[in-house]
């Protein structure tokens, strides 16, 4: 094997230039591709943190129907007693906030419009919630309790509403017995997601004012938790239900559910699937592209060698052997490549990630999202290996043909080959 080993890798430097030049465009695929699948993850993560910031969370406890059936009967009964719990047990590097959910018909001096109104904690909601930071006019919920309902609503409800800040709303809708629920509120704050579906259908009030508004007592629909980072969301759902499972007596049905944001908002994982599979087809055609130059490398070395594979043969060495002999020049010279590419892309990567990347227009069009004005991309195992290792497996099947040739390799004739 080290005389084979020896002679493959002497075969290689037989033709410097052509190595070098099929090396290097490994190298460049490899880095392009280290650095595409690292700022595309680096992407993803900021888009799952800033719509998870804007309103979701990383997870939320709700009651287990009320995701499917989002009704306000389906509450979480004593739910201050049970944030207070959940507090406890993951400890400060986790954000709780309660919310309670309803609908209403809100009606301006002019006009009225079906929208969701959202009971919040003023106090808390901005630790869970990016919304807060994006009122543009006015200001958001006070912490201390009023003695009128104050409310913040998106602009393209003030828009359709034709209100104001100081302007009155009048909240129509039913409470969660029943019972008829109205109520009159003073515009306070007019924020500005960039979302249209918040934008212009959702407003917030204070919980206190919802629970009494909606006649929810001391019921909530959900308690937001926002960490860290979304990538521990996971591992705190499994946490949390075995929590509960030691806190809920088995032979009553569980009264809340800890919901992962992926079943909260789907919409983002298929965005991201989605745009994964349009850039595997960027990616198979730049896959495509080397196996072609490393075909051509190869099969230009074995018809070159044929004289000498003929005389080889006559010696006794079996076709087979010739052929591994071509598949090693090529694992040498896939795994250069690999080397230096991964090399070259971490290095730039890792450059790219210390100070992140904008192009023209980022910094307005994030700042109106409350986002980063950079991309930094993520600088991991994964986006280091997967592109180079498929790069290098498309060289290997790349030169099955030019090994396959020597199967049918005529001695005799080979050694008359000029």
Known sequence: MNITLTLAW???????????????????????????????????????????????????IQHPKYLDSPKLHYSIDDAAKLQTQLQQELGENWALASRGMGFALVSSEER?????????????????????????????????????????????????????????????????DGSFAAGIAIVTGIFDSGVSDIDRAMAQIPLDDFQTLFTMEQQVHSIV??????????????????????????????????????????????????????????????????????????LMSVLE???????????????GQLGRLVMLETLLMASLGFALGVLLG????????QVGISFPGMEEMHSRFN?????????????????????????????????LRLQRLEPVAAMRAA
């Open 371 to 403: 986002m980063p004005a950079r991309i930094y991309p993520e600088l991991s195992m994964l986006p280091l290996t997967l592109g180079p290792a498929v790069i290098l497996v498309g060289s290997l099947l790349a030169s099955l043909y030019p090994a």
């Open 225 to 298: 938790i926002q960490g860290s980072s979304a990538a521990n969301a996971d591992a705190l759902q499994e946490r949390l239900r075995q929590w509960r499972a030691s806190h809920v007596k088995q032979s009553f049905a569980p009264v809340w559910q800890p919901r992962h944001w992926d079943e909260l908002l789907p919409g983002v994982r298929q965005a991201i699937q989605s745009d994964i599979a349009s850039s595997l087809f960027l990616y198979s055609i730049l896959t495509l592209l080397v196996a072609f130059s490393v075909l051509n490398t190869q």
């Open 305 to 319: 060698r044929t004289r000498e594979f003929g005389i080889l043969s006559a010696l006794g060495i079996s076709p």
């Open 10 to 60: 002497r075969n290689l430097w037989r033709h410097r230039r052509r190595t070098w030049l099929t090396v290097s465009a490994m190298v460049f695929c490899n880095v392009l591709l280290i650095f595409s699948i690292a700022l595309q993850f680096g992407t993803y993560g900021l888009m799952i943190e800033n719509s998870l910031k804007l309103f979701t969370g990383h997870l939320q």
């Open 112 to 176: 009225s419009f079906g929208i969701q109104v959202v009971g919040v904690e003023p106090g808390r909601e901005p630790m869970v919630s990016s919304l807060p930071g994006l009122v543009k006019s006015g200001k958001y919920l006070p912490s201390a309790p009023t003695e009128t309902i104050e409310i913040v609503i998106g602009r393209k409800i003030a828009d359709n509403l034709k209100v104001e800040l100081g302007d009155e709303l009048t909240l129509l809708g039913s409470g969660r």
């Open 346 to 353: 971490a290095i730039i990567v890792y450059a790219i990630s």
